[in-house]
């Protein structure tokens, strides 16, 4: 069975820094391409970035250089390290497979919840 | 960017109804176009990919087609469980974009 689990979400003060975790299980974040997508309250979804097969990576701009994606392989975990957070930041941060060129945003795990405020 | 545009924001709508909601992206998106459902406190669920390929398991009362810049969701007859939050969103360029929603309701 696929899940998606986040952590590493809460409550952090303008300028602060959060490590966002994303455990896979059902298949191996290696071998597939992955996204972090967030929501602010009452809000669409926004994506965030991607990160490829490859380990070619994209960004909105709105984060471009103050996040990044990554992955560890050997424990089948996707993060998210968020850093010089904005009050505008504040969203539930969720990881997502990409099925890859043509497809959609197939799983998604349940989200975690950051919120910027002083 | 690429804009998308959903239309209507809100929708109301009876079980048994035939329901189509409309995204308009701002320039040719080919028919790299996904769509989504969201229930309240959840994730968004894939409904369809390509703009018309249904996702394995999705009830094929859901439907989509289009190309371009023009993109329709239908659903053929509302069941209780499609009163939800619909977004569509394009992955033809980068940032990849998603429309604003049409909250679909009783």
């Known amino acids: 069975e696929v899940q998606l689990v986040e952590s590493g979400g809460g409550l952090i003060q303008p300028g602060g820094s959060l490590r966002l975790s994303c455990s896979v299980s059902?298949?191996?974040?290696?071998?597939?391409?992955m996204s972090w997508v967030r929501q602010a309250p009452g809000k669409g979804p926004d994506w965030v970035s991607v990160?490829?097969?490859?380990?070619?990576?994209y960004y909105a701009d709105s984060v471009k250089g103050r996040f990044t994606i990554s992955r560890d392989t050997s424990r089948n975990i996707l993060y998210l390290q968020v850093n010089s957070l904005r009050v505008e930041d504040t969203a539930i941060y969720y990881c997502?497979?990409?099925?890859?060129?043509?497809?959609?945003?197939?799983?998604w795990g349940q989200g975690t919840l950051v919120t910027v405020s002083s | 960017d690429t804009q998308m545009t959903q239309s209507p924001s809100t929708l109301s709508a009876s079980v048994g109804d035939r329901v189509t909601i409309t995204c308009r992206a701002s320039?040719?998106?080919?028919?790299?176009l996904a769509w989504y459902q969201q229930k309240a406190g959840k994730a968004p669920k894939l409904l369809i990919y390509?703009?018309?390929t249904l996702e394995n398991g999705v009830p094929s009362r859901f439907s989509g087609s289009g190309s371009g810049t023009d993109f329709t969701l239908t659903i053929s007859s509302l069941q209780p469980d499609d009163f939800a939050t619909y977004y569509c969103?394009?992955?033809?360029?980068?940032?990849?974009?998603f429309g604003q929603g049409t909250k679909v309701e009783i």
């Open positions: 997502a497979r990409w099925g890859g060129y043509g497809y959609g945003l197939d799983y």
């Open positions: 059902g298949f191996t974040v290696r071998d597939n391409y």
């Open positions: 990160l490829y097969i490859d380990g070619k990576t």
């Open positions: 320039q040719s998106i080919n028919s790299w």
């Open positions: 390509k703009a018309s």
């Open positions: 969103q394009q992955y033809n360029g980068w940032p990849w974009t």
